[in-house]
């Protein structure tokens, strides 16, 4: 998975913000990846965090194995773990209530074949834009990019 999104497009050819498919593998893998830790990186590493695969159980493995050893060798601190949902929202059959909250909130109800439409990243990214105390910004230039205005 190497898709970048059209509203990360700013920040996307220097790498210098986590993209939205870094942060779908970390929160896949467990593990919590500051912007600071990131800085500190490489930009063949963050590239690799990028095209690394976290899909199988083994590749999952594999991805938080590297992210943690990356972590410790840039910041000499242990990477922090989050915790992996069994049953992730972005997999989810229902619309989480930020999203449709966030969309009403600009004008749209989202309905249910259109998130069912969506990719799980595309879902992804509309529940971490919508989440409270996160620049939304994005979320309006998503929901665009995605087809639900």
């Known amino acids: 998975m190497t898709e970048f999104f059209a509203f990360e497009a700013d920040f996307v050819d ?3 913000c986590i993209p939205m498919q870094v942060r779908y593998k970390l929160d896949t893998c467990g593990i919590k990846l500051k912007l600071s830790a990131w800085h500190e990186m490489t930009t063949d590493e963050r590239e690799s965090l990028v095209t690394l695969p976290c899909s199988t159980p ?6 938080q194995d590297y992210v943690e050893q990356l972590i410790l060798a840039r910041t000499n601190i242990p990477a ?3 915790l992996i949902e069994p049953h992730p929202p972005w997999l989810n059959p229902n619309i989480p209530e930020t999203v449709q909250e966030k969309a ?17 990243l595309q879902r992804f990214a509309l529940i971490k834009l919508s989440r409270s105390g996160h ?3 994005n979320f309006p230039h998503a929901m665009a990019e995605f087809g639900l205005v």
């Open 80 to 82: 922090s773990k989050l």
């Open 58 to 63: 083994a590749e999952i493995q594999a991805y």
């Open 135 to 137: 620049e939304n910004k």
């Open 14 to 16: 220097s790498l210098r």
């Open 104 to 120: 009403q909130s600009i004008g749209v109800t989202i309905t249910g074949e259109q998130w069912l439409a969506l990719t799980p």
